[in-house]
C-alpha cells in the first residue's frame, strides 16, 4: 500500500455512503453527497419562498431580505441549541422527549429567580437542565429503564413541576440584560471583530492542520487548494457580517448558536468523549469490550444536553420576554426532527453537528417562509410533518442503492 | 434425498449427498462444524426452496418440491432448530400451535386448544400445564416444548439439530425416552449431534458428513466411536499453515479454577473449573465442539461474560481482577471475538475509527484527538496486515470478511497486547485472507506475544498451536503437546469419550 493511498477523505475517492461521518478539517464534518442533497433541497426551499414573496415593495422577494433573514435565524436558534444537544444524545442511540419541558422548567426558575441578579438566575436555569438531564441519564444507564421511557416521564413531571411552581401562571422578565438575550443586535463593529477572529482562526487551523500532516508523512494539499479553503468560508462569513449589519447588526442570539454549534462540532469530531459516543451508537457490544464505560458517557450525553436545554431556555424567555407555564411544548419534536432531517440516525452512530443545524434551519425556513405566505397554521402542522417523513425517506432509498 | 448439491457464493456446502430415511428410524448425522449437516437439513426443511438446490426430496418415492417451510410441514417434515422459535410470552399451549390455533369463525376455540396442549404433552410425560407463558421455563424445557410443538404437527420426519445442547442430563432422558416412543410409532427421525455417546445410544444408523459429502452411512452395530471420529476428521493438512519452531518462554498468564454459570439458568456451568497456563510466545489451542463453553472461556477472560463468575486470574505472579472488558486492557489482554459483526466492529464508522477505539488515548490524545496522529498509525496498521481498502477513511462495513477480521485483529494489536485472545479468528473468510491470518498468528508468538486460540477448524488448531486443550460441557477433557496431539484424539476427548490422563490430573503436562 502507498502513502497516497492513506488520506483523510476530503477528496471524493471513496465509495460514497449515505450519511457518512468522516472527521473534517476543521472541527464540522466533511460530509458526503448526502449532505449536498440537504443543501440542495434547503436552496430550493429558499428559492421558492423568494419567488413567492415576491412583491411591489420587495420585487426579488422578501424572504432573503437581510431583516427577514435575521428573523429566521432568531427563530432557529433556539432550536439550532436543541438540536446540537440532541445530537449527542441521538449519536449514541438514545432520544430524550423531555426537552421542551425543561425548557419551560428551566426558563420559568430563571425569571422567578430574576432578583437574585442575572448570573444566579442564568446559572439556576442552567443548573436544573444538567441535574434533570443528569437523572434521565443515570436512570437510562445504570437503572437500565429506556430512555424513551425515562424521557416521556420527564416530559411529564417537568411539566408539572413548573405547573405547580408558577401556579399557571405568566412570568414577566424585568431585568433588561435577560431581554437582550433574546433580541439583542451586536453593533456593527463588534460583528465586523468577531468576523474577523472567525477568519484568523480558520487560516490558523487551516496551517496547523497541515503542519500536522507534515509531521505524520501525510499528503499535505497544495498551495491552490489550502487557499481556497481558507478563502470559501472566509468569504461566507464576511458576506453574512455584511448582510446582517445591513439590518442592524448580527442577532445575539445567532452568535451564541454558533458558538454552541462549533463547540457541538468540536466536541463530537475531535474529542475521544465524541468518538465514544458514536461508538456506542454504533454498536453498544462491540463498544463495551473494547474498553469503552458506556454508562458513564451515556450520562454525561444527557447531562450535556441538559445544560444546552437550560442556555436554550434562557434565549427562549428572552425572547419571549416572559415565561409561561407551557413555555418549549412540543419543542423536543423539533430539535428531533432537526436532526433525523440533517441525516442523524436514529438507530445511532450516525450523524453531524453541521447536519443539525441544517435540519433546524429547514424547519424554521418552513415556519418562516409560510407565515409570510400567511399559510393556515393547519395546512402548516400538516407540511411540516410530511416533509420530516419524506427527508427521511429519502434518506432510506438512498442508503439502500448504495 | 438424492444427489443433493447446494452452493453458496465461494463455497459447495454440499456435494452430491444422498440419505435415505425409514419409518421408525433413528437416523444419526454427525460430522465437524461446517461439514453441511444444517445446510442438509435447511433443504429437507424448506428452508432453501425448490429450485436453490439441486437433486431430489423424496418421500413414499414421491417426489417433493418444497417452495419453503410452510410446504415442507404440510408434507410431514418438522425440523427443531438449534435456535428457539417460541414467544416467550405466550403460554405453552399457544406456543404448540401457534399459526394452526383450533378455531371457528376466527376465533380461537381455547378450550380446545388447551386441551389438545394437554393431550401432546402427556405424550410426551412433560409434566407441564399448558397455561403457563413459555418464558418461565428453564431453557432445557423450552427445548422440549420445541419438540411438542414438532410433534402437535404429527410429523412422519422429525429432525432434530442439536437437541441436547442446551438440556440437562435429566432433561436429555426425558428426550431420549420420548425419541424412543416415537420410533416405534413409525415416526422418522434425523439426529444432529456432536454427543457420539447419544449418537450411538440412540442411532440405528449413522452418516458422517465430511465437506459437504456423505462419506458413509452405516448401522451403528457395525460401528464403534473411533472409527466414526476418523471418518469425520480424515483430511490432510495442508501446507496452508506455516511452520511453528517457537521455544516459549515463562509462563505469562495463569487462570485458576475458572467457572461460569449460564446468566439463564442457574446451576448450569457453562465454564466448569478450568485451569491453564499461557507462556510468552505459546499458541494454546482451545478445541471443543459448538456449545462446550470455549467462546463463554473466552469472555470470561476477557470479564465480559453476562453470567456470574468464578476463579483467579495471574498476569505473571501478580494476581489480577477482570471485572470488565477494561480492565482487561489495562491488563493487556485483547480479545478478537467470534461474531466480529456483533461484537467486534463499527460498522458504519471508518477503519480509522475502528482500528484505534480500544487504545484512543494512547494512540490520538486523552481528551483531544488527533486525526492524523491516527490516520498515520492506521496506515501503518493496514500495511502491515495488508488491509486492502481505498483508504483508512473507508466504510468497515463496505471491506470483504477477511479485511474486517483483520481490521479487528489489528485494532487489538494497536493495544500492545501480552495475552491475545483469538476466537474463531478464521470464520467465514476466504482461504487467501486465512493463509494471512495463520502467518501473522505465527509471526506474534515468533515476537514473543501469548495467544489462545480457540477454533472449531480441526486442522487450525492442530497446525498452529504449541498447545492443545480440549473443552468439553465446559470441563477440560484433555491437553496435548504439539507432538502429541492427533486430530483422533483431539476429537474423542472434545465428544467426551475420552479425557486425557493430563486432563485426569490437572497441570500433569506442564
Not at chain 1, 474529542?271 to 469503552?292: K, M, V
Not at chain 2, 426430496?57 to 417426489?63: A, C, K, R, T, Y
Not at chain 2, 453470567?307 to 480492565?327: D, L, N, Q
Not at chain 2, 483531544?368 to 496522529?373: E, I
Amino acid at each position: 500500500m502507498t502513502n497516497g493511498k492513506i488520506e483523510t477523505g476530503e477528496e471524493n475517492s471513496l465509495p460514497v455512503v449515505a450519511g457518512t461521518t468522516r472527521p473534517g478539517r476543521w472541527g464540522a464534518s466533511v460530509s458526503s453527497l448526502r449532505a449536498y442533497a440537504m443543501l440542495f433541497a434547503l436552496m430550493i426551499i429558499w428559492a421558492y419562498f423568494q419567488w413567492m414573496t415576491a412583491s411591489e415593495l420587495y420585487p426579488y422577494g422578501l424572504f432573503l431580505h437581510p431583516v427577514n433573514l435575521a428573523n429566521l435565524l432568531k427563530q432557529m436558534s433556539v432550536t439550532g441549541v436543541l438540536a446540537v444537544g440532541m445530537l449527542f444524545v441521538i449519536v449514541a442511540r438514545q432520544i430524550d422527549l423531555s426537552v421542551g419541558s425543561v425548557v419551560g422548567l428551566a426558563g420559568g426558575v430563571a425569571a422567578m429567580t430574576q432578583g437574585w441578579g442575572l448570573l444566579p438566575s442564568f446559572a439556576a436555569a442552567i443548573a436544573i437542565g444538567v441535574a434533570t438531564g443528569a437523572l434521565h441519564g443515570a436512570l437510562v444507564a445504570y437503572a437500565n429503564i429506556p430512555a424513551f421511557i425515562v424521557t416521556l416521564g420527564g416530559l411529564l413531571t417537568w411539566r408539572g413541576v413548573i405547573l405547580y411552581l408558577t401556579k399557571g401562571e405568566t412570568i414577566p422578565v424585568r431585568l433588561p440584560v435577560f431581554r437582550l438575550l433574546g433580541v439583542a443586535l451586536m453593533t456593527r463593529w463588534t460583528g465586523l471583530i468577531l468576523a474577523g477572529v472567525a477568519v484568523l482562526a480558520l487560516v490558523w487551523m487551516t496551517i496547523r492542520r497541515n503542519r500536522a500532516r507534515l509531521r505524520h508523512g501525510l499528503p499535505v494539499p497544495g498551495v491552490t487548494a489550502t487557499v481556497l479553503r481558507i478563502v470559501m468560508p472566509a468569504l461566507l462569513i464576511v458576506l453574512f457580517t455584511v448582510a446582517m449589519n445591513s439590518q442592524g447588526g448580527v442577532p445575539l442570539p445567532v452568535i451564541l448558536l454558533l458558538a454552541v454549534a462549533t463547540a457541538g462540532a468540536f466536541l463530537t469530531q475531535t474529542t475521544t468523549f465524541g468518538r465514544y459516543l458514536y461508538a456506542i451508537g454504533s454498536n453498544p457490544d462491540a463498544a463495551r469490550l473494547s474498553g469503552i464505560n458506556s454508562r458513564r458517557h451515556i450520562l454525561a450525553a444527557f447531562a450535556l444536553l441538559g445544560g444546552l436545554v437550560g442556555i436554550a431556555s434562557l434565549l427562549h424567555t428572552g425572547r419571549v420576554g416572559s415565561a409561561s407555564p407551557d413555555a418549549g411544548t412540543l419543542m423536543e419534536l423539533d430539535a428531533i426532527a432537526a436532526c433525523v432531517i440533517g441525516g442523524t440516525s436514529l438507530m445511532g452512530g450516525r450523524g453531524t453537528v453541521a447536519g443539525a443545524l441544517l435540519g433546524a434551519l429547514v424547519m424554521a425556513s418552513l415556519d418562516n417562509g409560510m407565515s409570510l405566505l400567511s399559510v393556515e397554521n393547519a395546512t402548516q402542522y400538516i407540511i411540516k410533518g410530511a416533509v420530516l417523513v419524506a427527508a427521511v425517506g429519502f434518506d432510506m432509498a438512498g442508503r439502500k442503492r448504495s | 434425498m438424492r444427489n443433493i448439491s447446494k452452493s453458496f457464493p465461494g463455497v459447495r456446502a454440499l456435494d452430491h449427498v444422498s440419505l435415505e430415511l425409514h419409518s421408525g428410524e433413528i437416523h444419526a448425522l454427525v460430522g465437524e462444524n461446517g461439514a453441511g449437516k444444517s445446510t442438509l437439513m435447511n433443504v429437507l426443511g424448506g428452508v432453501f426452496p425448490h429450485g436453490s438446490y439441486d437433486g431430489e426430496v423424496l418421500i413414499d418415492s414421491e417426489l417433493c418440491q418444497f417452495s419453503g417451510v410452510r410446504t415442507a410441514e404440510e408434507s410431514g417434515i418438522a425440523v427443531v432448530h438449534q435456535e428457539l422459535s417460541l414467544i416467550p410470552e405466550f403460554s405453552i399451549a399457544e406456543n404448540i400451535f401457534l399459526g394452526r390455533e383450533p378455531r371457528r369463525f376466527g376465533v380461537i376455540q381455547s378450550e380446545e386448544l388447551f386441551s389438545r396442549a394437554k393431550v401432546v404433552l402427556s405424550e410426551l410425560h412433560l409434566n407441564l400445564e399448558p397455561h403457563l407463558p413459555v418464558g418461565y421455563l428453564g431453557i432445557g424445557q423450552q427445548h422440549l416444548v420445541e419438540i411438542a410443538k414438532a410433534l402437535a404437527r404429527e410429523a412422519r420426519i422429525l429432525v432434530l439439530d442439536e437437541p441436547t445442547a442446551a438440556l440437562t442430563e435429566s432433561e436429555a432422558d426425558v428426550l431420549f425416552r420420548i425419541l424412543d416412543t416415537l420410533r416405534h410409532r413409525g415416526t422418522g427421525i434425523i439426529y444432529i449431534s456432536h454427543k457420539l455417546g447419544e449418537v450411538f445410544r440412540l442411532a440405528d444408523r449413522i452418516t458422517v458428513l465430511r465437506d459437504g459429502r456423505a462419506v458413509s452411512t452405516d448401522g451403528t452395530s457395525s460401528l464403534d466411536p473411533e472409527s466414526v471420529i476418523a471418518r469425520m476428521v480424515g483430511r490432510e493438512v495442508s501446507d496452508l499453515f506455516p511452520d511453528v519452531d517457537r521455544r516459549p518462554a515463562d509462563v505469562i498468564f495463569e487462570a485458576r479454577d475458572v467457572s461460569v454459570e449460564d446468566p439463564n439458568v442457574p446451576d448450569k456451568l457453562l465454564v466448569d473449573h478450568v485451569n491453564f497456563t499461557v507462556r510468552r510466545g505459546e499458541v494454546l489451542g482451545i478445541a471443543g465442539l459448538v456449545g462446550a463453553g470455549r467462546s463463554d472461556l473466552m469472555m470470561a477472560l476477557f470479564g465480559a461474560h453476562a453470567g456470574p463468575r468464578t476463579g483467579e486470574f495471574f498476569m505473571g505472579s501478580e494476581r489480577v481482577t477482570i471485572g470488565s472488558p477494561s480492565e482487561a486492557i489495562a491488563c493487556g489482554i485483547g480479545f478478537v471475538t467470534e461474531d466480529r459483526k456483533r461484537f467486534g466492529l463499527f460498522l458504519d464508522q471508518t477503519i480509522v475509527s475502528n482500528l484505534t477505539v480500544a487504545a484512543l488515548a494512547r494512540l490520538s490524545g486523552a481528551v483531544v484527538t488527533d486525526v492524523d496522529a491516527e490516520a498515520s498509525v492506521a496506515g501503518r496498521s493496514m500495511r502491515e496486515l495488508h488491509i486492502k481498502a481505498q483508504s483508512a477513511f473507508t466504510i468497515a462495513g463496505t471491506l470483504s470478511g477477511g479485511n474486517q477480521q483483520k481490521v479487528v485483529l489489528a485494532k487489538w494489536l494497536l493495544t500492545s497486547p501480552k495475552l491475545l485472545l483469538l476466537d474463531e479468528p478464521t470464520r467465514g473468510i476466504d482461504v487467501g485472507a486465512k493463509q494471512e491470518i495463520y502467518r501473522e498468528i505465527a509471526r506474534l508468538a515468533g515476537e514473543g506475544l501469548s495467544i489462545v486460540l480457540v477454533s472449531s477448524e480441526m486442522s487450525e488448531v492442530l497446525s498452529l498451536s504449541d498447545r492443545v486443550m480440549v473443552l468439553h460441557e465446559g470441563r477440560v477433557t484433555g491437553e496435548f503437546l504439539r507432538s502429541e496431539a492427533t486430530a483422533e484424539a483431539v476429537m474423542a476427548c472434545a465428544t467426551g469419550s475420552v479425557r486425557s490422563a493430563a486432563a485426569v490430573a490437572p497441570g500433569g503436562l506442564l
